[in-house]
């Protein structure tokens, strides 16, 4: 297993920008494929990102697109989100997530990743 641990959340006003990071240990992070999560207060965890295991392909939530960004950097075993214009909707704790493959999938589902770091929570509000 590897193990994951989110940091960079914090208070915002709306329109800032946030970037989270996941640092992961245990294992060979260029052997999983990483994703970002969120849930907010009274609602289910959902998808936001994913990115490949090398980085080449990502794609991301229709809520989200075109102000978050995801990257990794597989010599420091970290995923990154890159937020901007954030808005109270993105009010939440943001998981990431691993899965243990080689493949180019994008995987956007709760149940395809056995990895799951602790969460951090962004709260944006004036």
């Known amino acids: 297993q590897v193990q994951l641990v989110e940091s960079g959340g914090g208070l915002v006003q709306p329109g800032a920008s946030l970037r989270l990071s996941c640092a992961a240990s245990?294992?060979?992070?260029?052997?999983?494929?990483m994703g970002w999560f969120r849930q907010a207060p009274g609602k289910e965890r959902e998808f936001v990102a994913a990115?490949?295991?090398?980085?080449?392909?990502?794609t991301y939530a229709d809520s989200v697109k075109g102000r978050f960004t995801i990257s990794r950097d597989n010599a420091k075993n970290t995923v990154y989100l890159q937020m901007n214009s954030l808005k109270p909707e993105d009010t939440a704790v943001y998981y990431c997530?691993?899965?243990?493959?080689?493949?180019?999938?994008?995987?956007?589902?709760?149940?395809?990743?056995?990895?799951w770091g602790q969460g951090t929570q962004v709260t944006v509000s004036s």
């Open positions: 245990g294992r060979t992070f260029s052997n999983y494929a």
């Open positions: 990115i490949s295991w090398r980085g080449r392909s990502t």
């Open positions: 997530a691993a899965r243990n493959t080689r493949s180019s999938t994008l995987y956007s589902a709760l149940a395809q990743y056995d990895n």
